[in-house]
């Protein structure tokens, strides 16, 4: 089961961390993926990591603005996000699966397991 916790309310340039927790397994061999979905819109791949290469992949809107990273210790993927802008705002979910190849990354069919998502709003 994945946990999804981290979002709140910025204003136009915060920062916030987003981070996911996976509960009775670890993260070794998977990897973790973070989408959102705006009102009214379709879930949109955001960012994920593999987590025994590192290997990542950024959606075009978010690269030199968020990172994605591993964190050995707490078994946990975070989602650094700076310079927020109103079009962030979403629910993010995080997504798990294991023996995910780079080109499959961004499409949401690849994920198995899924979190609840959290809140991110931005205001202008």
């Known amino acids: 089961q994945l946990q999804a916790s981290g979002g709140g309310s910025v204003q136009t340039g915060g920062s916030l961390r987003l981070s996911c927790a996976a509960s009775?397994?670890?993260?070794?061999?998977?990897?973790v993926g973070w989408f959102r979905q705006a009102p009214g819109k379709e879930r949109e791949f955001v960012a994920a990591?593999?987590?025994?290469?590192?290997?990542?992949s950024y959606t075009e809107s978010v690269k030199g603005r968020f990172a994605i990273s591993r964190d050995n210790l707490e078994n946990t993927v975070n989602l650094q996000m700076n310079n927020l802008k109103p079009e962030d705002t979403a629910v993010y979910y995080c997504?798990?699966?294991?023996?995910?190849?780079?080109?499959?990354?961004?499409?949401?069919?690849?994920?198995?397991?899924w979190g609840q998502g959290t809140l991110v709003t931005v205001s202008s």
């Open positions: 997504a798990a699966s294991q023996g995910v190849i780079i080109s499959a990354m961004q499409n949401p069919t690849t994920y198995r397991s």
């Open positions: 990591i593999r987590w025994n290469d590192r290997a990542t």
């Open positions: 009775g397994r670890t993260f070794r061999s998977y990897t």
